[in-house]
């Protein structure tokens, strides 16, 4: 085993005396930022990040630039975003104006283009610890449906709901049913966001209701393929990391500490799982002194570090706002040594 797939096994595996492992991904100017400080594209193999994380391919790229894709762009489920050369954009409607999927189909997890890139991609990063992003559920949910009609249908709908998350699960498990046929890799991670600053969006037993059960079946599946299991959520999810736990979820990803306390949840549940990220986002990295980023940087790997169980990471993808200057103090305090990634 790669020493770099080690590495995560071990922090996985809560043992002590394992350094943090860290991991950094950018929206695009963040990115060319660091590009141009570096002079290379290969940001990953030139700092030699032990993780590596990527996705079946999508019609409308994560980041889908207008100069290239235009104001709007659809994506495979019907859903028409804005474009934004800063960030992903955003929906500009619901796909489902009623609460039914009469005359919907969803789209085919086994479609050719999706897996195109995956074969040469997991080879060359077979020696690192690798992650491959399945889907999202709720959050899926809200773009096909509007965040304010589905919310509301969780009340007045229960059973549209039911449905519609059970044609996402249905989706996710077929493309990991080929992922797992097709490629080598370690883990899958799902994406849905579930809380607000304060609390979740939607309340924990109605949580509990309509996603567990289907994360369940996800995470099952994962599990009797001996992947790992990691899934983000951004805002406050105190209420159901016990839920996560249950589950058998090995990497919860992002723990934003401006809307959760992390060092409490390293203390309650840090034995059962591995936390990812941590570093603030919305007023350190942006805000703050190099200074002011190497010490926190430091403090959270000393404290939720602690026996293993942590991989230092922002708490959001890192923005364009964030000065270069602090994110060279972020990765170096992570343990980059910039002068020999640095070109003459």
């Not at 229960?158 to 519609?164: G, H, I, K, T």
């Not at 993808?317 to 910039?338: C, F, K, R, S, Y």
Request: aromatic share 10%.
């Amino acid at each position: 085993m790669s020493s770099n797939k080690l590495w995560i096994r071990k922090t996985l595996a809560h043992q002590s005396g394992t350094p943090v492992p860290f991991n950094f991904s950018f929206t695009p100017p963040a990115r060319k930022k660091v590009e141009e400080y570096f002079g290379t594209t290969l940001i990953e193999e030139t700092l030699d990040f032990p993780v590596r994380m990527s996705a079946p391919v999508s019609i409308k790229p994560l980041y889908a630039d207008p100069a290239r894709h235009g104001d709007t762009i659809r994506d495979e489920f019907g859903v028409i975003w804005s474009t934004n050369r800063l960030d992903r954009g955003s929906p500009t409607g619901p796909v489902l104006r009623e609460p039914s999927l009469s005359g919907y189909e969803f789209p085919d997890p086994g479609a050719g283009y999706r897996f195109s890139e995956l074969g040469g991609w997991c080879k060359d990063n077979e020696e690192h610890f690798t992650v491959i992003w399945v889907g999202d559920l709720w959050e899926r949910a809200t773009f096909m449906r509007g965040m304010e009609d589905l919310l509301a249908d969780v009340v007045w709908h229960p059973r549209f709901v039911e449905e519609l998350l059970r044609g996402l699960t249905d989706y996710i498990l077929g493309t990991m049913e080929i992922l797992f046929e097709n490629f080598e890799f370690d883990g899958i991670a799902v994406s849905d966001d579930y809380g607000t600053q304060q609390s979740l969006i939607i309340p924990p037993e109605l949580w509990r209701k309509l996603i567990k059960p289907r994360l369940a079946e996800i995470f099952t599946l994962a599990k009797r393929r001996n992947r790992v299991t990691f899934h983000h959520s951004c805002g406050n999810v105190e209420s159901i990391v016990g839920d996560f736990i249950d589950l058998g979820l090995d990497i919860l990803h992002p723990i934003q500490p401006e809307a959760m306390d992390i060092y409490r949840l390293k203390s309650e549940y840090g034995s059962h799982l591995t936390f990812c990220g941590g570093i603030r986002t919305q007023d350190l990295l942006p805000r703050r002194t190099p200074g002011e980023v190497r010490e926190e940087t430091r403090t959270l790997k000393d404290l939720m570090g602690k026996g293993g169980g942590y991989i230092l990471e922002p708490g959001i993808t890192l923005q364009d706002d964030v000065p270069l200057e602090n994110i060279l103090a972020m990765m170096e305090e992570a343990g980059i040594d910039l002068q020999k990634r640095t070109p003459a």
